[in-house]
């Protein structure tokens, strides 16, 4: 019994035979550009600031994508072993770069599927806040550390685990520092300046999306009937095609974009959640509903 997670059985015989066919995840991976208007995320960072908030482009993003996955609980699931599985949580893993050029760290940060921007705007800030100090060291820095602290460990300690992890799952204590075992990773290269890449997916632990927000570009659209060059905020998004039919991707980063262009729905927590099976640490918004 896997401690990240509960086997999914309602599953299309098409997409229960999938991942016998696609063993790994890299054998496996899709991945589309995203474009959302930047003007729209801007204008709402900036008038969230007016009102006191102070809210960032990539919280928007991150609040948009944990919406969508209280929409569609395809994008929460992972596939291990030729199994797949929902998470019991929602986490995304995300570098954190430390000042004067210091080491990086990758650690990752939860959510709820309840969570409004505000309260993903507060989560992010508390962990980039506990990460990026030239001193501080979170769980998965020791662990690291640890592994690397005799030569032959890395190679025998890394079998070990990923025979664990393959076979029947990891314990929950190193789940919880593993920044592999998550529902997926966000990076924003546009804060070193950087183009949008395809990021790869992992093949070890649990990951099945990652987000890589980029440069902004200029891109003609169709305005009022007219041609018009548009600043766009670019993502390149990779995903395990195992976990969900391309027609709910295709409505999921529909509504994606959807929740970019309108940041101000993200403002009050979603009416209804859906979710493979309810899970420890859900917000107590979804218990009274089932009761």
Known sequence: MRKDGKLVKNVDPMYTLAPYFMRDRNDSTNAITVYVPYDNIHKYVLDA??????ISHMAVIMAAYVRVVSEYPELNRFVVNSKIYAHNDLTAGMVVLRPDGADPTMSKMKFDLYDTIFDVNNRIDSFVEQNNKLDSQ?????????LLAVPTLVRIGM??????????????????VSPFHNSMVITNLA?????YIFHHIYNFGTTSAV???????????ME???????KMMPMGI???ERIACGVEYAKAFARLEHYCKNPTLLEVPPEDVKVDFPFEGLSEHFKKETK
């Open 238 to 240: 990779t995903m395990d």
């Open 191 to 195: 804060s070193i300046r950087t183009n």
């Open 211 to 221: 987000i890589a927000m980029g440069n902004n570009e200029d891109k003609p659209v």
């Open 138 to 146: 979170n769980d998965s820095d020791r662990i690291f550390k640890k």
């Open 224 to 230: 009022n009937g007219q041609v018009v060059l548009k």
């Open 49 to 54: 600031r007016k009102r006191g908030y102070r």
């Open 159 to 176: 079998a070990i685990i990923r025979f664990c992890d393959k076979q029947f799952g990891l314990p929950r204590w190193l789940v919880d």
